[in-house]
Structure formats: C-alpha cells, structure tokens
C-alpha cells in the first residue's frame, strides 16, 4: 500500500507496520489498533488527535483501515485521560441468536467471541484514568437458544464482575412500567431489551457522572471508541452523543448496499418528523450514549420496541431538550454473518412506526401527516415498488441534505404506485 508524503514519519512507520487486512475478531488486529492509538498519543510531533484523525481519514484509500480505527481510539482514550471527576459508562446490548457470536473463530465460522472482546475493549479504555468505571448489561431479547444464560455462565467462568445478564421476560411478567407496551418478547425486535436494559442502568445510585450507553452485540463498533460519545455529554453539555456514520470523518466498511433503499428511508423519516431531528441522518447506528437522567424521562410511555426504538427515543430526547443531541463520527466495521435484521428487511415496519411517533408527538405538522398517510397505506409490495421507481432527487441525492430538500411530495410518490 503507497502512502502519501505528507504523512508525518510516525505516522508513516505505524502505515507500514499495519494489517493491511482488518478483521474485528483478529487478536493481532486488535492489539495493534490498540497500540496504534497509543503511539498516537505519545507523539511528540505537535499534533492534535483530532488533526491526526483528520489527516488519516481524509485519506483513507491509502491509509490501511487498522490505522485509521487506531486514530479513533486515540481521540476516544484522550477524552478518558482528562477525566477530572468520577464517571461510570453503563454499556447495554441486546442478545437473540448470538449463540454461534459468542464463539471463538475458531469454534464457529460466525464466532466472534464478542463478550471477552468488549469486555477487553472497555478495560483498554479504562486504562486511561481513575476516575472511569464501567459496566456492562446484556438484555435476553427472548432468545430461544436461552443466550442469556450462555453470556452468564461465560461472565462467571471469566470472573467478569462488571457484566451481568437481564431478561425482558423478568420485566414483562413483573409488569414494569417500562415494559408495559409488551405483553411478550416477541412483541420486541431488540428495542424492548435495549430500553429495558438503559432503565434498569439509569435507576443506579451513582456518584459522578453517569452515561448510559447501547451497543450491539457484534464487534462493528470497538467499544474503544465510547470516549468519542462520552465527550460531547461531559465537556459540550449535551444530553444525547449518537455515533454516526455519515460524517465527513467517520469510517464505513459494510458488506453490501442497500444504498436508494436507505436513502428512501431516510428522505421519508426526515419529512415525517422535519423540522424535529434536523441534525440527524443516521438514526439506526447501533452506538448511542445518553445521560442516565435524559434516559429515565425518555423510556417509559414508548410507542415502539421493534428496531426504530431508537428514533422515538431521540425524538423525545430532543423535544424535552432541544439541540441536546451531538454527533460523533465513529468507525463502524460491519459483521453481517449473523445479523438478525438484514433478512427481516425492517425499513417499512420501521417507517410505519415512525408515522406513529409523528401523529403522537408532532400532530400539528400537515406535510408530516401526509407523508404519515402514504407510508401507512403501503404493504411490502407497494414498498418495493416505491424502492424499484425512487425518483432520481431521492435515489441520487445526497441524505445529508434531505433536511432542507422536501422536493418530493406524498402525492409525488403515490403516483409511483401500480395502481395509480
């Protein structure tokens, strides 16, 4: 791989030594990203974490992705190091099917050993300063392989006194608050597990800060990265940190495309809930952090448990506090082999829920109803059809500014349908 002059000599030697290949489940990749960003700590050339991510990113086709992932971690761990007071990071994720996941590679073609991996990832990170605790909760989803009492049994051979296993069951049948828009977990497609899990985290007694974070359970996002979420809620004053990746400087690898799908998505959400979310694009990144406050106002009274939990949660976070929400641009590696919602293919189930949440919290917005109306009389044929016919604004724009283009009406798109 050629490099570009104008990377400094440290930088350039870290090039050279890098993986030239990356995989998450890899632990000589891990170590040297982990290494990576601790070479980028210690030096001495003058620059900044930020100048050096920067650098390495915007040229990311001739920088090796390892060292790039090392520049995050950089960032992230020096936010953990100037940490002036106490600070605990409850990490929640939800678990359904992640019995072959937890796997070594070597047991599984689909392992990942994803317990010991981010329970590696967050002691690195704890590394940096006193004042960091964490813990971290794994939340039955109802799983029929009973993967709650695989990651138990596995926390208890490994003597991880920070992880504990809860189960949404335990909460349905103890008719809690939380979970009273369930009456089994079936009714949930993650969503209900995360709440569940963030409630329960937030009801801690905690001194210091206190920052409740959710994950997914795969490896996509090194946990390394949690100070990139923790420092726009401690130093910014905000309520909500969403990692993203659609930012100039955040990193992608996805196994893929479901490109005009998702942007036929995103333009739909952004009308329906406009101009609430304005800043947000990526809604469905698995890696979000909120203050255990913000969170306890928040999850109750939800209308949804399925996988667009996460919008409702930002829209009432950001309609109790407005411009509370920030954006970090993280890396994000995808590990597809045994996700539980590519095959569900849940953008339509999503949209409608969606069209939900604009007639409970925004009734007001006329354009908001008549994009609500259209997606709520579409069937997944219909859906299709509308992904198959997307209008070139749409399928060739970019998301990024699907908040100030509203070309494209309701009626536009209803003409699209067969039976029109």
Known sequence: MSIIPPLPNHLSKLAESSPQEFSATNPDHQEFVQQAALSILEDQSGLTTVETENMLVQHSDQVPLSLQLGAKLARSKKVITELTQPILVDVVFAAYKENNRILRPEEHPSGEDFLR?????????????????????????????????????????????????????????????????????????????????????????????????????????????????????????????????????????????????GKLFIYLWKRMLSPALSQVVDTQCGFKGFRACTIKEVVEDCLEYGFAFDVELLLKSELQNPNGIAKSAIAWIDSEAESTTTALSPYLNMLKSIAAMSRKYLPAQQSGNDFAHLVESLDEENWNCLVDRTPPEIANGDPLTFENFSGVSADDLRALLPEN
């Open 117 to 261: 991996r981010k329970v590696a990832q967050l002691n690195w990170l704890g590394e940096a300063s006193e004042h960091f605790r964490w813990h971290m909760t794994a939340v039955d989803d109802g799983c029929p392989e009973n993967c709650g009492d695989i990651i138990e049994n596995l926390a208890r051979m490994e003597g991880y006194r920070e992880v504990s296993v809860l189960r949404l069951s335990d909460a349905i049948e103890k008719k809690l608050p939380v979970a009273a828009g369930l009456s089994s977990t079936d009714d949930s497609r993650k969503g209900g597990s995360i709440i569940y899990g963030m409630w329960n985290a937030s009801n801690k007694k905690v001194d210091g800060d206190h920052i409740v974070v959710f994950t997914d359970a795969d490896l996509s996002t090194h946990l390394g990265q949690v100070g990139l979420l923790v420092d726009p809620i401690i130093n910014q004053g905000k309520d909500v940190a969403i990692g993203s990746r659609r930012e100039a400087n955040s990193i992608v690898v996805k196994q893929g495309t479901r490109n005009v799908r």
